[in-house]
């Protein structure tokens, strides 16, 4: 166990719906980090939130977006959802002060969002 | 272009036999190498970070490696509790960059 929790764990929608995605990080951890993996795309960084500002992005969509809380958890929207959406999501942490992408993430078990 | 190739995408072996798992990357200005490892359905694991030519770590049955241009995890005398994929992850200024995996299966 990681110490990162993230709800719900399944997520069965419709295409066109939003929902939110949970992460709470390890204790002590300023960083979030979202991440979507499909079977076909493998891990890609999504987005990086330190200390409750956005830090670094990647390949993250303008319908998604995410935010991060003054107790440090971290919600991942996504809008307008299409099939191609349907992914396995973790969150992951990191304890580092700098707030750097390349510190030691710990990554949480996931929310499979299944888009039918 | 930036890009972490890993192999094999596959690896069968049976109990006891070692191997190793290979991770090439081209990103400039390295600022660390991560191993981690993934059961299906399940976050990834994390195992190693490296951050400089020549170094090793090790834990347990693994033990990682480091060069100007590839990583390797080597794996000695797995066993079936070995069997995940195994990933790796090369961090530049402000970036990190997923292979694709190794899929190792450990047969009794």
């Known amino acids: 166990d990681s110490g990162v929790t993230q709800t719900p764990k399944h997520l069965i929608t419709a295409t066109g719906q939003r929902v939110t995605l949970r992460c709470s990080p390890r204790s002590g951890d300023l960083s979030v980090y979202w991440y979507q993996q499909s079977l076909d795309q493998g891990l890609q960084f999504l987005i990086q939130?330190?200390?409750?500002?956005?830090?670094a992005k990647g390949n993250i969509l303008e319908r998604f977006s995410a935010q991060q809380f003054p107790d440090l958890h971290s919600e991942l929207n996504l809008s307008s959802l299409e099939l191609g959406d349907s992914a396995l999501y973790f969150c992951?942490?990191?304890?580092?002060?700098?707030?750097?992408?390349?510190?030691?993430?710990?990554f949480g078990p996931g929310t499979r969002l299944t888009v039918l | 272009e930036d890009q972490v190739t890993q192999s094999p995408e596959a690896l069968r072996l049976q109990e006891g036999e070692s191997s190793s798992l290979n991770c090439s990357y081209t990103?400039?200005?390295?600022?660390?190498l991560f191993w981690y490892r993934q059961d299906p359905g399940k976050g990834p694991e994390f195992l190693f970070t490296l951050y400089s030519a020549g170094e090793e770590k090790e834990k347990e049955r693994l033990k990682a490696t480091l060069t100007k241009k590839e990583s390797f995890l080597h794996i000695t005398a797995p066993k079936p509790e070995d069997s995940a994929t195994y990933l790796c992850?090369?961090?530049?200024?402000?970036?990190?960059?997923f292979g694709a995996g190794t899929r190792l299966a450990v047969h009794p």
């Open positions: 992850a090369v961090g530049g200024y402000n970036k990190l960059i």
């Open positions: 992951a942490s990191s304890a580092g002060t700098s707030g750097d992408l390349t510190d030691t993430q710990y």
């Open positions: 939130y330190y200390n409750g500002e956005e830090r």
């Open positions: 990103v400039s200005g390295l600022r660390g």
